[in-house]
T-cell receptor, first 116, second 114 residues
């Protein structure tokens, strides 16, 4: 079946521009995560959704970052007034359970954001 | 908060040799330890995981060991093949708000030479 998809795969933005990154989780998956992966580093947690509810946004680095999942399926990560330090790969992951204590997180291919 | 350290950062082996990657974690409350493989241009893929009530788990050529006292866990790959070449990440899970928040290590780039 279809896995987690993300679009666009690559995004180049000029400093100060706003960007929107899309994630389509696996159908039926309740939980959705966003991660930021800097070059040569592991993924870092940004935010977590259970259906449409954003239960944890403690990893969002600033108020320029905003995520939503209005209908409990597709999610969008928005970055306002992009800065060079926002350059990274943004990964989305989904998990079947609503309280995924031990359940596998399935990752998408990521969106590589480059801010010039 | 939780911190995960991973070593080595790069590992080069000959085909057929074994590879070992080691991780340490800081929070004794961590209770779930997955390992992910990331190939170029792709997202991480789970290859094996272990829970804190288990000391060792094996799946074909891959095994993971956990030492809760020392807060160490390791990935062992035997009979390595060129297709094992990738970046491997360990992670430790903190139960937060009823779900597992994953804290990742910095990764190990494994190269298997034919």
């Amino acid at each position: 079946g279809a896995g987690v998809s993300q679009s666009p795969r690559y995004k180049v933005a000029k400093r100060g521009q706003d960007v929107a990154l899309r994630c389509d989780p696996i159908s039926g998956h309740v939980s959705l995560f966003w991660y930021q992966q800097a070059l040569g580093q592991g993924p870092e947690f940004l935010t977590y959704f259970q259906n449409e509810a954003q239960l944890d946004k403690s990893g969002l680095p600033s108020d320029r970052f905003f995520a939503e999942r209005p209908e409990g399926s597709v999610s969008t990560l928005k970055i306002q007034r992009t800065q060079q330090e926002d350059s990274a790969v943004y990964l989305c992951a989904s998990s079947l359970e609503d309280r995924p204590l031990y359940n596998e997180q399935f990752f998408g291919p990521g969106t590589r954001l480059t801010v010039l | 908060g939780e911190n995960v350290e991973q070593h080595p950062s790069t590992l080069s082996v000959q085909e057929g040799d074994s590879a070992v990657i080691k991780c340490t974690y800081s929070d004794s409350a961590s209770n779930y330890f997955p390992w992910y493989k990331q190939e170029l241009g792709k997202g991480p893929q789970l290859i094996i995981d272990i829970r804190s009530n288990v000391g060792e788990k094996k799946d074909q050529r891959i095994a993971v060991t956990l030492n809760k006292t020392a807060k160490h866990f390791s990935l062992h790959i035997t009979e390595t093949q060129p297709e094992d070449s990738a970046v491997y990440f360990c992670a430790a899970s903190i139960i937060s708000g009823g779900y597992n928040k994953l804290i990742f290590g910095a990764g190990t780039r494994l190269a298997v030479h034919p």
